[in-house]
């Protein structure tokens, strides 16, 4: 059976195969980078041609769950003390998040930079300080926005925190398939600063709909005469254009000769 899992700290979700019965909320753990993680169960028997490659081990003891949450009352006092280092250092970083191991003997902290950053001595003066294995991890600004939340213009949950899942490369072709790539990137982009998710919800549907439709700016010609074609609707299938005697006509693509 192939399951959807969450996998914390980071919160990121990954398909897996069970060999138990469970139930979707339900705490897992599974096998991470370094050490053992604990993930809670968001799906379960999903439909999809993709091999998960790893199992769940088991099911979450209550003395995993008591771990886990001792773990995460430590993040603030680690977030503290890197912070304090990375403004003593004056490095030009920011941090996102910690994550701590279940084992408790490894620290990731997430951060994001414009720029490469060396953080070679950071992370010697922040093993000697924790006393722990310690991983700097640069996520991106998409990365960061999921971490945060927060509301679309929309007005829904951000399309990465509510689906969660690996995130897709975002183009501006998915833009130009929806005709909407003229309003300008700011009015196109998530608060991430970066095209937004849901562009590629439809692009695929879009470009099978402008399948035999004409380039926007071309040269066609209609019954009336000879014209350009100034507008395109996907939706409705017609073609706007304006004729070299000034006059715009609407078409369809089987009118045009």
Excluded at 123 to 143: E, F, N, P, W, Y
Excluded at 178 to 198: K, Y
Excluded at 250 to 256: D, F, G, N, P, S
Aim: glycine fraction near 8%.
């Amino acid at each position: 059976m192939k399951i959807l899992v969450k996998i914390y700290p980071w919160e990121s979700s990954k398909l897996y195969f069970s060999e138990f019965d469970l139930s979707e909320g339900e705490k897992v753990i599974v096998a991470g980078e370094q050490s053992n993680e604990i993930g809670i169960v968001e799906k379960i028997r999903i439909e999809t041609k993709e091999d998960p490659g790893e199992k769940i081990l088991r099911v979450a003891t209550e003395r995993d769950k008591a771990v886990f949450e001792e773990r995460q009352k430590e993040k603030n006092e680690f977030i503290r003390v890197c912070r304090e280092e990375i403004k003593k250092m004056n490095l030009g970083m920011k941090l996102v998040d910690v994550a701590v191991s279940l084992d408790g003997k490894q620290i990731v902290f997430a951060f994001t930079s414009d720029s490469r950053v060396d953080f070679r001595e950071l992370v010697k003066t922040l093993s000697a300080q924790l006393k722990k294995s310690i991983r700097m991890q640069q996520i991106g600004s998409r990365d960061e926005a999921r971490k945060l939340g927060g509301y679309g213009i929309c007005g829904r949950e951000l399309c990465c925190v509510r689906f969660g899942g690996n995130m897709q490369s975002i183009t501006t072709d998915m833009a130009r398939a929806q005709q909407i790539a003229h309003r300008g990137t700011e009015r196109i982009s998530g608060l991430c600063g970066r095209l937004m998710c849901c562009l590629a919800y439809e692009a695929e549907l879009y470009r099978e709909m402008l399948k035999g439709m004409p380039e926007l700016w071309s040269s066609v010609n209609t019954r009336e005469g000879k014209g350009t074609v100034i507008e395109i609707n996907a939706v409705r299938q017609d073609i706007k254009v304006k004729l070299e005697n000034g006059k715009y006509v609407t078409v369809k693509k089987e009118e045009l000769k």
